[in-house]
């Protein structure tokens, strides 16, 4: 999926770095994809993020998809003067140290099945507190991999819909 969504925002005209945080493997579904994670250790992923992040202007734009969200997680806090962040099937936990006015963007399925309603209730508020800019969409009839049309989750109006949105966020700080 990442792969898909990196040549996607190059498409677009988008740099691009894209960190290997999974040993080259891919998966094709949540239960292989936690499986993966505990194989390579979530503490190893972290840490090839952050290197991967320590050649990057501080202004970056993180993207995070599902657990790229969770990695975002991890990093954030290290990188106060990123320029936005956008998150696809995941949230990340806004750091103490968030630059109010920053802009984050979300796209989470309704009835994701690892981000509840609530959690994403209690998301926004706490990132409106830290005055934050939020956009937060979620998308009726859609399963956790949504935008991935590699996955039996994808749902082709809700993807195009998040990619018009994700790149109309990202083309507004060029």
């Excluded at 399925?109 to 956009?135: C, F, G, H, I, K």
């Excluded at 969409?137 to 989750?153: L, Q, R």
Aim: hydrophobic share 45%; with cysteine.
């Amino acid at each position: 999926m990442e792969q898909d969504a990196a040549e996607r925002f190059r498409y677009a005209g988008f740099e691009v770095d894209l960190p290997d945080l999974y040993a080259g493997k891919r998966t094709e579904s949540l239960r292989e994809g936690f499986q993966l994670m505990a194989q390579i250790g979530w503490p190893a992923i972290c840490q090839l993020a952050s290197e991967a992040m320590h050649e990057l202007p501080e202004s970056t734009i993180l993207v995070g998809f599902s657990m790229g969200a969770g990695a975002i997680d991890n990093l954030w806090h290290q990188r106060p003067e990123s320029k936005a962040v956008l998150l696809f099937h995941g949230l990340a936990d806004i750091p103490r140290n968030v630059r109010p006015g920053l802009k984050v963007q979300t796209h989470v399925a309704e009835a994701d099945p690892l981000v509840s309603a609530e959690q994403r209730a209690l998301w926004v508020e706490s990132a409106q507190t830290a005055e934050v800019l939020v956009e937060d969409h979620s998308y009726s009839d859609a399963g956790h991999f949504f935008t991935d049309f590699n996955s039996s989750d994808y749902n082709s109006a809700a993807s195009e819909l998040a990619w018009r949105r994700a790149l109309h966020f990202l083309a507004s700080f060029d």
